[in-house]
């Protein structure tokens, strides 16, 4: 059961290049949501800080926080594993703390599986066209042709797990997405949630994997 002390989660999911991380760090700056620290096995990159973007760890580390069950969710991604430990995020909901996880479909599929008791609101953002997450991922850290041809590929196999989430929303303009999302927060959290048009989500998708 949801009690109304408890904290809340929210999961936001995308295909890399879809702005996520952009979104999710402006829905903590202005509003009271903590965002959950993945423990990784990639490497840090040039404008990452350890222990606030991620727990940069070892494989070695991270078997054993399997091994031990401290995860909520892990998973494999882009050969690397992400994962989130249990303990800090209930801790903060339990305390009244709203989380939000910048985590992908995998870890959203395990999380739901729980059925923790605690409210939990899932988006999946998509880019506005496939000519703009092409820029995106081009302009990123990965300025290899093969990399982001690999992410391409990788986008219209996770596109498909849209189906899955509570909301899709169409990144097309920041401020607007950002307000979307926090309207959508803010009706689930006031019982009145609202549905989206999930034909038009779909003829999206189909665009952006032609
Ligand atoms: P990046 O390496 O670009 O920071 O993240 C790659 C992908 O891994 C993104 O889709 C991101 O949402 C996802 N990710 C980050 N942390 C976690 C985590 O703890 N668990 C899971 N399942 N995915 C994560």
Not at 39 to 67: A, G, M, Q, S
Request: charged share 35%.
């Amino acid at each position: 059961m949801f009690l109304k002390k408890d904290g809340i989660m929210v999961i936001l999911s995308s295909p890399s290049g879809a702005g996520k991380t952009t979104l999710v760090k402006l829905l903590s700056e202005r509003n009271n949501f903590n965002i959950s620290i993945s423990h990784t096995t990639r490497k840090p990159r040039e404008k990452e800080t350890k222990n606030k973007d991620y727990y940069f760890v070892d494989e070695t580390e991270f078997n054993e926080l399997i091994k031990n069950d401290e995860f909520l969710e892990y998973a494999k991604v882009f050969n690397n594993l992400y994962g989130t430990t249990k303990s800090p995020v209930i801790k903060r909901l339990k305390n009244g703390e709203n989380v939000i996880f910048d985590i992908d479909w995998q870890g959203a599929d395990q999380i739901k599986n729980k059925k923790l008791d605690f409210k939990l609101i899932t988006f999946f953002i998509l880019p506005p066209s496939k000519e703009i997450l092409f820029e995106r991922l081009s302009n990123r850290d990965m300025k290899d042709k093969l990399i982001v041809d690999e992410r391409m590929k990788e986008f219209s196999r996770d596109v498909l797990h849209w189906i899955n989430y509570d909301y899709v929303i169409i990144n097309d303009d920041l401020e607007k997405c950002y307000q979307k999302i926090k309207n959508l927060i803010d009706n689930e959290i006031n019982n009145t949630p609202k549905s989206y048009d999930k034909n038009f989500i779909r003829s999206h998708v189909e665009k952006l994997t032609s």
